[in-house]
């Protein structure tokens, strides 16, 4: 079994930045795409960004490209979510992701990752 603890969240400014960590436990992660997803109140889980075994490839969801940027630590079995230029529209509670399956694709499904974190709320206010 793997076990995901997502960090960072927190309350801040629009404009401001935040920087969430998901360290994951129980076995290496380092074979596997990771990534994140956010649900916000009323909302369904919506994908943010990915990121495929080796960091060679990632991907974004429009709504956050070019403000978030997602790196893996395979040393630290460590995921990161950089987040910049933040709105409150991205308020919401942030998931880290795993799937346990070797590829070379991030999908933007949910159901296409076997393990999420319980979760860490961003609130950004205007």
């Known amino acids: 079994q793997v076990q995901l603890a997502e960090s960072g969240g927190g309350s801040v400014q629009a404009g401001d930045s935040l920087r969430l960590s998901c360290a994951a436990s129980?076995?290496?992660?380092?074979?596997?795409?990771m990534g994140w997803f956010r649900q916000a109140p009323g909302k369904e889980r919506e994908f943010v960004a990915g990121i495929i075994w080796n960091g060679g490839r990632t991907d974004y969801s429009d709504a956050v490209k070019g403000r978030f940027t997602i790196s893996r630590d395979n040393y630290k079995n460590l995921v990161s979510l950089q987040m910049n230029s933040l709105k409150p529209e991205d308020t919401a509670v942030y998931y880290c992701?795993?799937?346990?399956?070797?590829?070379?694709?991030?999908?933007?499904?949910?159901?296409?990752?076997?393990?999420w974190g319980q979760g860490t709320q961003v609130t950004v206010s205007s």
């Open positions: 129980g076995r290496t992660v380092s074979s596997y795409t």
């Open positions: 992701v795993l799937r346990w399956k070797f590829s070379m694709t991030i999908p933007i499904q949910p159901n296409e990752y076997e393990y």
